[in-house]
């Protein structure tokens, strides 16, 4: 399936019209965001002070989630209302705080500020707002009356999943050369929570975040053993043979994820991801309780 969709190109004409249809977007997106950093340099904002106001941003919008993750929108600011605004206003604070994680690249490049503490601390700092993001949404599955035990539960692992995710790579990285595989990047995570917060529909997003990260997990920590083998055994590194999905039997070809950001495959499973979060109605049902009460 993956080399049916990649030869695309081959026949349908249009797939090069919508690479093209994108790297225009992108190129208009990049324009606008270093304009606005342009400003920013000018009235003296430095990177570190944008990487601060988004951690700052997220422990707002993790706030939010505790009080109404599981609500329904309502022009209301009551937390004992059956729907309020508190979703919506968390989704608001994580699209400022989004903001903030890509202009602080950008003021850094572009007013020659980039340092090594800026890097480390903005990497740190990333992991607070991971916890921020699950640590609220399961507090207000925790704090319901009876407490919600299965999408407490799922919180916690979609939680350890994003910390982990970042921490196999910082690891691995000490070992080997690189170790940027797997679909749920950075990116991909925070496009599914502003998504799911956006569409009122936190269940799909806790069951999403919970059992599909684990497979990124489980991908870097066997790419780096397969290349630590390979250093072992003397053999060159050779990229290809170790990352690119093509290379393998069936079952490895059709797994889409493992495709990388720009191919036909990526589109595809991103655009499955979305459609799950936009149109997925997960009933927040206590599957654990209920088995526990048997």
């Known amino acids: 399936m993956g080399e049916v969709l990649c030869a695309l190109p081959k026949c349908f004409p249009y797939r090069t019209f919508l690479a093209m249809i994108g790297k225009k977007i992108g190129k208009g997106f990049s324009i606008a965001r270093d304009f606005i950093a342009r400003g920013l340099v000018k009235i003296g904002i430095s990177p570190n002070i944008l990487t601060l106001t988004g951690m700052v941003l997220t422990l707002a919008a993790g706030l939010c ?36 994680d890509m202009l602080d690249g950008a003021v850094a490049r572009i007013g020659n500020k980039k340092s090594a503490f800026g890097a480390f601390l903005d990497s740190t700092l990333d992991r607070y707002s991971d916890f921020a993001i699950f640590a609220g949404i399961g507090i207000f599955y925790a704090t319901r009356t009876p407490a919600n035990i299965t999408f407490t539960l799922l ?36 496009t599914a929570i502003l998504v799911g917060t956006f569409a009122y529909n936190i269940p799909a997003l806790l ?26 055994n003397g053999k060159p590194i050779d990229k290809k043979a170790i990352t690119d999905p093509r290379e393998g039997n069936f079952w490895l070809k059709i797994r889409l994820w493992r495709w990388e950001r720009g191919t036909v495959p990526y589109d595809v499973i991103t655009t499955i991801n979305l459609l799950w979060l936009l149109l997925a109605r997960i009933p927040a049902t206590d599957l654990l309780r209920q088995w526990f009460l048997k």
């Open 207 to 232: 069951l999403q975040q919970s059992l599909l990260t684990t497979f990124t997990v489980l991908r870097r920590i066997f790419y780096t053993r397969n290349v630590i083998r390979w250093i072992e």
């Open 155 to 190: 919180s916690m692992i979609a939680m350890i999943n994003a910390m982990m995710i970042s921490y196999c790579r910082a690891r691995a990285e000490n070992i080997i050369e690189s170790c940027k595989v797997g679909y749920w990047q950075r990116g991909e995570r925070s």
């Open 65 to 100: 989630l505790a009080i109404g993750a599981g609500k329904h929108f309502a022009w209301n600011l009551d937390p004992q209302s059956d729907s309020n605004a508190f979703l919506l206003l968390a989704a608001v604070l994580l699209t400022l705080s989004s903001a903030c």
